[in-house]
């Protein structure tokens, strides 16, 4: 494939990632793999595909989906899962937040969760892809980024922390006024989307009119695979916890998110750092005397 394939604290990852698009007799086999690393190491392909009832084939493209050569790949991914689950290096998930769980548990089981969620984006992320959306955004002569709902929110996010090592930035949760915006981007402008699901009209359109018209395309998504992708230069793909009822998509996708939007704002600062530097701190000063009493006025 010329990729690398996934390390094995990734599997759990791209599995949870992927797992929509699949057809269903391949997520029987990914949640075969995941839910028991161990057991189903032991197994050849034959094994395999009969503990899922599957095919052989359904097993080998399931490998391969995953992002490894072939079966004998995964096969050793699980083993060494397995070894660091044993070691408590990758612990067993926790159950999901019930209705009646105690106010310690439910801190504890979404500590957990937003601990893996963030592993999980970290070991699935990219660094090509980051490096390249890096370096476009570092030399942007502007920058325009469209989110909607939570997805929104994180864009603000985003676009307050490069204005404040001085670059134009500027968030658009308004889809219409996203549009207009998009129409005026050109060869050095860079459109960023934020949308877990990777099917968000309201966000794919306009990223889609700064693609035609010539702008760098970056698309931070849970769904590499959906139509987001068509109109980005760089994809950017996020994990996310087990949703329940109690945790929503949106809210275990917004930590991934934010993980991604924080790497791309430190790996702009390091290399716009001479005047990042002094733009990051006229910010701080101006903040501060902001909340500072003048002498003589009431507190």
């Known amino acids: 494939m010329g990729e690398t394939p996934p390390a094995p604290a990734a599997l759990a990852a791209k599995v949870r990632t992927l797992a929509p698009s699949m057809t ?80 310690a548990d439910v801190v504890a089981k979404l500590a957990y969760d937003e601990q893996q969620t963030l592993a999980d984006t970290a070991a699935a992320l990219d660094t090509v892809q980051l490096g390249a959306a890096v370096n476009a955004l570092a030399v942007a002569r502007r920058i325009d980024i469209y989110g909607h709902a939570a997805s929104s929110l994180v864009g603000q996010d985003l676009a307050q922390k490069l204005l404040r090592i001085g670059l134009i930035a500027h968030a658009h949760g308004d889809p219409h006024l996203a549009i207009t915006n998009a129409v005026q981007l050109r060869a050095k402008d860079v459109a960023i989307a934020i949308t877990h699901s990777g099917s968000t009209g309201d966000v794919i359109e306009p990223l889609r009119v700064a693609f035609e018209h010539g702008a760098t395309t970056i698309a931070i998504t849970g769904r590499p695979d959906g139509p987001v992708s068509q109109y980005a230069d760089h994809v ?64």
Do not use: K, N, W
């Open 24 to 103: 269903r007799s391949m997520q029987r086999v990914a949640e075969a793999v995941a839910g028991d690393p161990a057991g189903c190491a032991a197994l050849t392909v034959t094994g395999l595909a009969e503990l899922t009832g599957t095919s052989e084939a359904t097993v080998v493209r399931t490998a391969r989906l995953l992002g490894y050569p072939g079966y004998r790949d995964l096969r050793l991914a699980l083993a060494g899962l397995a070894a660091q689950q044993q070691s408590g290096r990758a612990p067993a998930v926790t159950a999901d937040i019930a209705v009646d769980d105690p106010i």
């Open 236 to 299: 950017l793909t996020t994990s996310t916890a087990r949703e329940s009822e109690l945790r929503p998509a949106a809210m275990s996708s917004r930590t991934s998110q934010l993980l991604v939007v924080d790497c791309l704002f430190v790996g702009v600062a390091q290399r716009t750092y001479e005047t990042a530097a002094p733009a990051l701190a006229a910010s701080y000063e101006a903040l501060a005397h902001r909340h500072t009493p003048r002498a003589g006025t009431a507190r």
